[in-house]
Nanobody, 120 residues
Framework: QVQVVESGGGSVQPGGSLRLSCTVSGYSLDYHAIAWFHQAPGKKREKISCMHGWNRETFYEDSVKGRFTISKAPANNTAYLLMSNLKTDDTGVYYC?????????????WGQGSQVTVSS
C-alpha cells in the first residue's frame, strides 16, 4: 500500500520562500513520478510541477517556472518543492501525488495537503 505524507507549508510574506516535503512509502520514487498540485481558494486543483521517475525530467507550469524547484532525495524516498519569490496568488493548499508517469490523467496516491498563505 502506497502512503504519501506531506510536511512544510505555513505563512510567509510576499517574496519569501517555503519548502514542502513529501515522503512516500510503499514504492520507490526512482521508478514513479511525483507531482505537486496547487488549489487556490475557490478554484480547482492544478498541477504545477512534476518529476519523472527514472530520468528525473521535470515539468513546471508557467506561473511557477523560475520560482519553484522540484527535487527528490532517493535515500529517504522524499520529494521536495522549494518555493521562492512567493506571491499572494500562490496562496492555497498544496498537494503532492505519485503515480506511474507525469502524464497520467488520474493520480492515485495523494498526500494530505499543506496550507500555504502568502500575505503581507
Amino acid at each position: 500500500q502506497v502512503q504519501v505524507v506531506e510536511s512544510g507549508g505555513g505563512s510567509v510574506q510576499p517574496g519569501g520562500s517555503l519548502r514542502l516535503s513529501c515522503t512516500v512509502s510503499g514504492y520507490s520514487l526512482d521508478y514513479h513520478a511525483i507531482a505537486w498540485f496547487h488549489q487556490a481558494p475557490g478554484k480547482k486543483r492544478e498541477k504545477i510541477s512534476c518529476m519523472h521517475g527514472w530520468n528525473r525530467e521535470t515539468f513546471y507550469e508557467d506561473s511557477v517556472k523560475g520560482r519553484f524547484t522540484i527535487s527528490k532525495a532517493p535515500a529517504n524516498n522524499t520529494a521536495y518543492l522549494l518555493m521562492s519569490n512567493l506571491k499572494t496568488d500562490d496562496t492555497g493548499v498544496y498537494y503532492c501525488a505519485t503515480d506511474a508517469e507525469c502524464t497520467v490523467a488520474y493520480w492515485r496516491n495523494w498526500g494530505q495537503g499543506s496550507q500555504v498563505t502568502v500575505s503581507s
